[in-house]
């Protein structure tokens, strides 16, 4: 287990070293000045010299980088040339928003597909498993932003149960924030939970024509408890790997919902940060992104070890 621990380590920072470089070459490295862009066709030549001092663009490529990272990893991650406060301080206001969405989006979506995909699973080739199949090929082909405004036309304009967008912060209380929240996160999770059904259904049809489960049916253990001892385990990898992705796209891809509900989150930030040609926000933001992106996958090779023993023997049998 600890070799596969290592490995896994240094897998991630391998990839968080070439996400980093990846970002710093498109947004410093590319053709042409980034302090011109930021300013415009019309800035004069003296603005685009001070902003390229403000932004340290004169020293070398290397130099750049090293502090850019360095900065990163003290936590400063330099100032918002729009709203002129440290990009720290605009993450931090945003991911308090971002981050209960998405975990709450993910709670919804899991909560709602391990049992649909079990019952598909269980009733295969039956009118239950079409309904649900049928059902959840509509929720992975209908946009998630139609669902929010469907969601908005019903529950806040019709039924008047939620409000239609913002957020009131956490200071007015949980019960506020989470209220604010549960129409954007079921927004989110109804696409994301046809899909992670689909992959449960298939998953564990896959593992219940395994030779070991038919012996478990031949030594007279029931259908559902084979299925509940032995099956649901080894068909959690690939769900795994889905509950993983959808974190990640969850957390980074929720730009249209958080402008439909007007919520001041991370995907709205950046947004506006590449209309207001503010690219030190767009680099870190895309970074912190990228590095909650590996993290996740490294949380999810874990669990992958915790499921599959193998893994922590380093596939040996």
């Excluded at 269980?122 to 929010?148: C, E, H, K, S």
């Excluded at 049916?217 to 959690?236: C, D, E, I, Q, Y």
């Excluded at 767009?282 to 996740?296: G, P, R």
């Excluded at 996958?297 to 669990?303: G, H, K, R, W």
């Amino acid at each position: 287990m600890l070799r596969y621990l290592l490995a896994r380590l240094l897998s991630l920072a391998l990839s968080l070293m070439a996400a980093s470089l990846v970002i710093f070459a498109v947004i410093e490295v590319v053709p042409g000045d980034p302090a011109s862009y930021m300013l415009g066709l019309n800035a004069t030549p003296e603005a685009v010299a001070a902003l390229r001092d403000e932004l340290g663009l004169d020293g070398s490529l290397l130099s750049r980088y090293l502090g850019w990272v360095g900065g990163m990893l003290a936590g400063d991650f330099g100032q918002s040339y729009t709203y002129r406060v440290p990009v720290a301080e605009l993450i931090g206001d945003r991911i308090v928003v971002s981050l209960p969405l998405a975990l709450l989006a993910l709670a919804l979506s899991t909560a709602i597909a391990f049992p649909v995909g079990i019952v598909a699973a269980a009733r295969r080739g039956r009118f239950a498993d079409y309904t649900i199949m049928g059902t959840t090929q509509l929720g992975i082909a209908v946009p998630n932003f139609w669902f929010a405004m469907l969601l908005v036309l019903v529950f806040a304009v019709n039924l008047r149960w939620f409000s239609a967008g913002g957020f009131p912060g956490w200071e007015a209380g949980l019960g506020a924030g989470l209220k604010a929240l549960t129409l954007p996160a079921v927004a989110l999770a109804l696409p994301q939970a046809s899909i992670l059904a689909r992959v449960m259904r298939s998953s564990l049809i896959e593992t219940l024509g395994q030779d070991y489960i038919r012996t478990a049916r031949a030594k007279g253990l029931s259908r559902r408890l084979a299925t509940r001892r032995h099956a649901l385990r080894n068909a959690m990898i690939p769900v795994l790997t889905i509950i993983g992705l959808q974190f990640s796209f969850l957390l980074a891809g929720a730009i249209i919902i958080e402008n439909v509900f007007f919520l001041p989150g991370l995907g709205r930030l950046i947004f506006q940060a590449i209309t207001q040609r503010d690219l030190v926000v767009v680099e870190s933001v895309v970074m912190l992104l990228v590095f909650a992106v590996i993290v996740v996958n490294f949380a999810v090779d874990l669990a992958y070890a915790a499921v599959d023993p193998r893994l922590r023997r380093g596939g040996r049998r």
